[in-house]
Each structure stands twice: as structure tokens, then as C-alpha cells.
């Protein structure tokens, strides 16, 4: 990731700032890492390959600790006097948000292991790893809206646009799966409250990368003024 400092850190260039968007840069990088390891594991659940599903859910949660790290750090620096009082507020809660992104990635693949046993239809799981996927295209968005962010770039709310988007989609397959374990009667009722937790926590992804881009809205207004 290659952010350019063209108009965040002119207003307040100093070393300090520059050092807590470079920590910024790699919490994201962090999270980012996650990304391939959460579809293989939903890929690795449709294949009742729960072997291969631990080892994935270990290496997430390996980006998630490395993640923290990251964003304890980048709150050290905000709260020693980086940035403005306003903005350094904003990106501190901006730190908590981007961190909820991987937490509940963290979540949803937690809670999967809990139907290692259960019978789950194919149609269910396949939703799954569209959910997934859809998951890791919104984690792209918010990367295009950060760099936008930190560049200036006048494309950020067209980005922050897709966001929105890929978090609709989300939904749709929250639905798709909701209805298809509610009205399969087939289906244990317990299974069916997990099968259906499970795709809440996965259509949170979007919901914490929306939450994100909102943030990220009002920090560039807050750049502008």
C-alpha cells in the first residue's frame, strides 16, 4: 500500500503524524493479510475440512493479535499529540472501527466451527463462501477509501460509494441465507439459530466497514475546514 502524503499531512507535517500513518498503513496492511486465510476457511467448512479450518482460524487470529498490536500503537501516538485535538479523536475511533473489521471476521469463522457437526445444506455453505468473498471485496473498498483519504484524492466518496454497495450485497445473502434455514424444516432448530448467527457476523464485515467509510467521511471534512 502506497500512501502519498499530499494533503493530510501538509496541514500538520511533522514527524509525529507521519510516523502514525505509517503505524495506520500497516494495522491495514495487517488486516488485509487476513483476507485469503477467511475464504479458504469457508471453503475449508464446505468441505467438512475442519482440520484445515483450525489451521486457517489460527492464522487469523495470528493477523488479529498482530493487528491490535498495531492499533495500540497508533493510539499511543494520537494520544502523545499527533494530529489536532478533532482530528485525532476521529482517527482514534476510526483505529476501533477498521479493528471491528477483523474482529468479527474473527467472530463469524469462531461460531462456523460450532456446526463442525451439524447437518448444514450445501446451498448454506455455498452461501457462505459468497459471503466471504463479498467480505474481502468490501475490505478492498475500504482500502481504496483510506488511500483516497490520505491522498486527497476527489474519487473518495465514489469509493466510499462501493463501499455501500458491497455492504448491500452483503445483506442480500444474509437474507438468502436466513431464508433458507428458517423454512427448512429438515433443519435442528439450534442448527438453524447458528446457521443464521453465523451469516449476521459475515454481513458485519460490511456493516464494520461501513462504519469505517462514515467516519472517513467526516474526517475529510473535518481536513477541509
Known amino acids: 500500500m502506497d500512501f502519498k502524503w499530499l494533503k493530510i499531512l501538509p496541514i500538520l507535517g511533522r514527524d509525529k503524524e507521519k510516523e502514525t500513518v505509517e503505524l495506520f498503513k500497516r494495522f491495514i496492511s495487517e488486516i488485509l493479510e487476513a483476507k485469503q486465510p477467511f475464504i479458504e476457511c469457508t471453503k475449508?467448512?464446505?468441505?467438512?475440512?475442519?482440520?484445515?479450518?483450525?489451521?486457517?482460524?489460527?492464522?487469523?487470529?495470528?493477523?488479529?493479535?498482530?493487528?491490535?498490536?498495531?492499533?495500540?500503537?497508533?493510539?499511543?501516538?494520537?494520544?502523545?499529540?499527533?494530529?489536532?485535538?478533532?482530528m485525532r479523536s476521529r482517527l482514534f475511533s476510526l483505529t476501533d472501527y477498521v479493528d471491528d473489521v477483523?474482529?468479527?471476521?474473527?467472530?463469524?469463522?469462531?461460531?462456523?466451527?460450532?456446526?463442525?457437526?451439524?447437518?448444514?445444506?450445501?446451498?448454506i455453505k455455498d452461501l457462505y463462501v459468497n459471503m466471504a468473498q463479498e467480505c474481502c471485496v468490501a475490505m478492498e473498498d475500504?482500502?481504496?477509501?483510506?488511500?483516497?483519504?490520505?491522498?486527497?484524492?476527489?474519487?473518495?466518496?465514489?469509493?466510499?460509494k462501493?463501499?455501500?454497495?458491497?455492504?448491500?450485497?452483503?445483506?442480500?445473502?444474509k437474507r438468502d441465507v436466513l431464508g433458507t434455514a428458517i423454512f427448512d424444516k429438515k433443519m435442528d432448530p439450534v442448527v438453524v439459530w447458528l446457521c443464521c448467527d453465523v451469516?449476521?457476523?459475515?454481513?458485519?464485515?460490511?456493516?464494520?466497514?461501513?462504519?469505517?467509510?462514515?467516519?472517513?467521511?467526516?474526517?475529510?471534512?473535518?481536513?477541509?475546514?
Request: with cysteine; charged share 30%.
Open 199 to 225: 451469516a449476521s457476523l459475515l454481513a458485519g464485515v460490511g456493516d464494520a466497514v461501513e462504519n469505517c467509510c462514515d467516519n472517513v467521511a467526516v474526517l475529510r471534512l473535518l481536513r477541509r475546514a
Open 44 to 86: 475449508a467448512f464446505k468441505k467438512n475440512d475442519y482440520k484445515r479450518m483450525y489451521e486457517l482460524i489460527g492464522v487469523i487470529n495470528k493477523h488479529e493479535n498482530n493487528a491490535d498490536k498495531l492499533r495500540r500503537e497508533v493510539s499511543r501516538m494520537l494520544y502523545s499529540g499527533a494530529f489536532m485535538p478533532a
Open 102 to 123: 477483523i474482529d468479527t471476521m474473527q467472530d463469524a469463522v469462531d461460531k462456523m466451527i460450532y456446526l463442525k457437526r451439524a447437518k448444514v445444506p450445501d446451498r
Open 162 to 173: 462501493k463501499a455501500n454497495v458491497t455492504e448491500h450485497n452483503l445483506d442480500l445473502l
Open 142 to 160: 475500504l482500502n481504496k477509501v483510506l488511500i483516497s483519504f490520505f491522498q486527497g484524492s476527489p474519487s473518495i466518496m465514489n469509493d466510499i
